[in-house]
């Protein structure tokens, strides 16, 4: 429509804007199904029993934050060479992750008022993880990845804290696992994180 002219767009002419919400409505929803598989599937590695009988995870509120903080991670590295419908699929589960959060903080008891100060904490921990876990990876430190895992999943207990090299090591070889994945996986949401165990 050019502009002065008066002229009112005909019942048939596309509204673009209007059409372009729909548009992503339609795409989020569809990959709603896809999300909440791919979430299932990362919560679930996140939660096998090995990771805290053997490997030193805290079986706690925080321990159980910290795996699925780590698992997390290794996806997004995963996906960050995906194409765009899997790099969409991973910003959902990040939104998905931190609303989760939310809502675990507002059920113990957290005032609407502390909720998005305690969000902002948590996201930043979150992302200076992903940086230093990263970095690790990058440079296939184990010992550095180990002593990032001892420092973030025991920040209290210094020289006491289980040395953690033994999930270090299972998340070198989850991500390994994951780099050798089709992106038919990633983009279906059935990506999945290798068992944790002596043959991982």
Not at 6 to 16: I, Q, S, T
Not at 45 to 57: K, S
Not at 80 to 93: C, D, L, W
Not at 177 to 188: F, G, K, N, P, R
């Amino acid at each position: 429509m050019q502009h002065g002219t008066g002229r009112a767009p005909p019942f048939n002419e596309p509204k673009l804007g209007v059409m372009m919400i729909f548009s992503l409505f339609r795409k989020k929803n569809a990959n709603q199904r896809i999300v909440e598989r791919q979430y299932a599937h990362l919560t679930s590695a996140a939660r096998q029993p090995y990771l805290y009988e053997a490997l030193d995870v805290p079986d706690t509120v925080m321990g159980r934050l910290e795996m699925l903080s780590a698992v997390l991670i290794l996806y997004f590295r995963r996906t960050r060479a995906s194409a765009t419908s899997g790099q969409e699929i991973a910003q959902q589960i990040v939104d998905a992750f931190f609303q989760d959060i939310d809502h675990s903080i507002r059920e113990l008891g957290i005032s609407d008022v502390g909720v998005p100060k305690r969000m902002k904490k948590l996201a930043a921990r979150f992302y200076g993880r992903l940086e230093a876990y990263a970095a690790a990876l990058e440079a296939g430190d184990r010992a550095a990845l180990a002593g990032a895992l001892k420092r973030n999943i025991y920040p209290d207990d210094g020289d006491a804290a289980p040395s953690m090299q033994g999930l270090a090591d299972y998340l070198f070889a989850a991500e390994a696992h994951l780099t050798a994945l089709d992106e038919i996986s990633v983009e279906t949401g059935d990506a999945q994180l290798p068992a944790a165990g002596p043959a991982a």
